[in-house]
T-cell receptor, first 115, second 116 residues
């Protein structure tokens, strides 16, 4: 059963702690993405990776870090430098073509609450 | 920078009413356009997409959207909504296609509530 898994579904952390959100896909997709969803703001791109061992900053990368050591995995670390980390985080993946015209598939999301 | 505008933030309809959600984008080049839907407690999933060809595209669950290039619009429609259509709807535009990388720019979303 192919898809994208994110864990955990809910995460609570104290202010000042780093936290890592997991994202795994078994769709054999080259590209993976992290978005942040806040009420009334839609989805905003944090980081993306087109291929293993390569990733680029999205629109709101400050306070976040990622790694892409394996094709199927793209973990996101929310660092203590992120000023407003409480949000719903979505991971996505897509195939990579020269035309760029492929849909993205999304995971179920992780709701992070920083206390 | 590319942007996507969804002017209706909240929409409340009765069952069987017709639906039209507006989406406008700002990008002068060739675009791919998407509507995604997020049902309560579920994954964000693709409703329909436009890549090329017929500007009227049909998606799942009776939804359709029309790409009007001259108006930079991609409005979502459904002739008769059901209670199960209660969800949040996101319009998205593919930017950066020439690089082979699909960056999606999302609108802020429209929350639809359908009352039985």
């Amino acid at each position: 059963d192919g898809g994208i898994t994110q864990s955990p579904k809910y995460l609570f952390r104290k202010e000042g702690q780093n936290v890592t959100l997991s994202c795994e896909q078994n769709l054999n997709h080259d590209a993976m993405y992290w978005y942040r969803q806040d009420p009334g703001q839609g989805l905003r791109l944090i980081y993306y990776s087109q291929i293993v061992n390569d990733f680029q900053k999205g629109d709101i990368a400050e306070g976040y870090s990622v790694s892409r050591e394996k094709k199927e995995s793209f973990p996101l670390t929310v660092t203590s430098a992120q000023k407003n980390p409480t949000a719903f985080y979505l991971c996505a993946s897509s195939t990579r073509t020269s035309s760029g015209g492929n849909e993205q598939f999304f995971g179920p999301g992780t709701r992070l609450t920083v206390l | 920078a590319q942007s996507v505008s969804q002017h209706n933030h909240h929409v409340i309809l009765s069952e069987a009413a017709s639906l039209e959600l507006g989406c406008n984008y700002s990008y002068g080049g060739t675009v791919n356009l998407f509507w995604y839907v997020q049902y309560p407690g579920q994954h964000l999933q693709l409703l329909l997409k436009y890549f090329s060809g017929d500007p009227l595209v049909k998606g799942i669950k009776g939804f359709e959207a029309e790409f009007i290039k001259s108006k930079f619009s991609f409005n979502l429609r459904k002739p008769s909504v059901q209670w199960s259509d209660t969800a949040e709807y996101f319009c998205a535009v593919n930017a950066g296609m020439n690089t082979g990388f699909q960056k999606l720019v999302f609108g802020t979303g429209t929350r639809l509530l359908v009352s039985p």
